[in-house]
């Protein structure tokens, strides 16, 4: 017996699988990756298979994680203890419990366990749940790693092991084992116990998820996007489903696409297409690939400027741009940690390009004792003679930054390949999350490595809004008007 799935009916009914979970349990692996839609019901599914596998296996330790001890008290007490409560009396009374705490359930007959908590390190976990892992990674980046290393790796290769979260960003842990196992699982490789099987749950996949099509106004445009996922993904998504998908975006995303595509995602991809609450250039990104920004970006015969971000002690960030009749063009990206200056100066000279003007961040004129009490700049323009170099004046505030790197994505060009690296850095360039407040505190967030991407390309933008751009590349090239390259 288990409560409604969607939370909206509480109602104490027999359990029966729904469809997406029927498609689960038929793949069920050693190690499963779950990218999903909202409110299709996993978390309940394995909390009543790990409450199932404790009652009639001895001495075995099933375990969810959950992103923080509201959840996970939320889960064990809705989906964990609920279920064995509402047990007939005679199973309750062959299986007692020998102890009931707030997160665990120990059965007394044979040892075994279920466990809701926010991280499992100690021992073996023969069944393990990670529930909402997109959050964790995004919002609490320790958290994330002791995941990985901790909990996971207790997890033995006869055990099962469940990973599942909507989507949260294009980067973090899930991101990135997300597209591992997109790569095996569409390459058709075997994989081993160690290996993860890759799941993928749609919107569209819901029974539920669907209204009278002829409430809803749906446009042609709209139409459209649901035309190319029946393509895409080769489904049918019949009227009364598109109309769902159009009311839930207008009622409860204000019409805000990005956020439909996190929470119900049409296909995989999509998934990731948004940024995470809390980045500082998300709406910005996304209308740079809405008007195509994004695209191939050909090396032209033109001087090539950089933009600089040295970190004090690991990163460093390089924009590679070019500049044509006012269009902002940039062509590629390079970012390297632990290296020296020589590293870089060497990676230019590498490029092959014909350079105009390095543009440094305002303490690259600062002295270092431990460099023959030489500036960055200094030391730049040994490794590099000939080349022209300005320090870019440092702003008062960091937010005024942003907001003219907002302004001067509105008309910049990116490379896809040769900057995409950098584009995901501005896209992922985020605000500090407050654990004690619960909310993004207006503080760059250094530890997902954006950071010195972002302020690379916030170069730029200071040095064009103080107009430093145009007057240090001195005569500018003019030649006859190209055809234009974007079509």
Request: include cysteine; aromatic fraction near 12%.
């Amino acid at each position: 017996m288990i409560k409604g799935d969607d939370g909206e009916d509480a109602t104490v009914l027999p359990f029966r699988p729904n469809r997406a979970q029927r498609r689960f349990l038929g793949r069920l692996w050693h190690r499963n990756l779950i990218l999903k839609a909202r409110q299709l019901g996993f978390t309940t599914l394995v909390a009543i298979l790990w409450l199932d596998h404790a009652l009639f296996n001895a001495n075995q330790r099933c375990g969810i994680i959950a992103q923080d001890r509201e959840a996970a008290e939320t889960i064990f007490r809705d989906k964990v203890k609920f279920a064995y409560e509402n047990l007939p009396d005679e199973i309750r009374e062959r299986f007692p419990v020998a102890r009931d705490s707030a997160i665990e359930l120990l059965f007394a007959h044979n040892n075994s366990s279920v466990r809701v908590a926010t991280s499992m390190r100690s021992g073996t976990i023969h069944r393990l749940h990670v529930s909402e892992f997109g959050k964790i990674c995004a919002k609490y980046p320790d958290k994330a790693k002791e995941v990985v290393t901790g909990s996971i790796p207790a997890v033995p290769t006869n055990g099962v092991l469940v990973i599942e979260s909507t989507a949260e960003g294009n980067e973090g842990q899930f991101f990135d084992m997300v597209n591992l196992a997109q790569e095996k699982h569409a390459g058709h490789q075997p994989l081993t116990p160690k290996d993860y099987r890759f799941h993928f749950y749609a919107w569209w996949m819901e029974p539920k998820y669907r209204l009278d099509s002829s409430t809803v106004v749906i446009n042609e445009k709209e139409h459209k996007y649901f035309d190319k996922i029946e393509a895409a993904m080769g489904c049918r998504i019949d009227p009364d489903q598109r109309a769902w998908y159009i009311a839930t975006k207008r009622a409860d995303f204000a019409g805000a696409e990005e956020n439909m595509w996190q929470e119900y995602p049409s296909t995989p991809a999509e998934a990731f297409q948004v940024s995470t609450e809390g980045n500082y250039y998300a709406d910005d990104m996304l209308e740079v690939r809405r008007r195509g920004g994004i695209t191939r970006v050909p090396v032209l015969d033109l001087p090539v400027n950089t933009f600089w971000d040295i970190g004090n002690h690991d990163g460093c960030a390089i924009w590679f741009h070019q500049e044509l009749r006012g269009e902002d063009r940039f062509i590629g990206y390079y970012e390297e940690h632990y290296k020296d200056l020589r590293h870089y100066a060497s990676e230019l000279q590498r490029r092959g390009h014909l350079y105009g003007t390095h543009y440094l961040p305002h303490d690259a004129e600062h002295k270092r004792l431990g460099d023959y009490n030489r500036s960055v700049k200094e030391m730049l323009q040994a490794l590099l003679p000939g080349h022209r170099f300005i320090v870019v004046p440092r702003i008062t505030e960091l937010i005024n930054g942003i907001q003219q790197a907002r302004k001067h994505l509105k008309g910049a060009f990116f490379d896809e390949e040769g900057a995409k690296q950098g584009i995901s850095r501005l896209e992922n360039y985020r605000k500090k999350y407050s654990r004690s407040e619960s909310r993004y505190v207006d503080e760059p967030d250094k530890s997902n490595g954006c950071s010195e991407g972002a302020d690379a390309y916030r170069q730029y933008a200071q040095a064009k809004e103080l107009g430093l751009i145009g007057r240090a590349a001195g005569d500018r090239y003019i030649e006859a008007p190209p055809p234009d390259w974007r079509t």
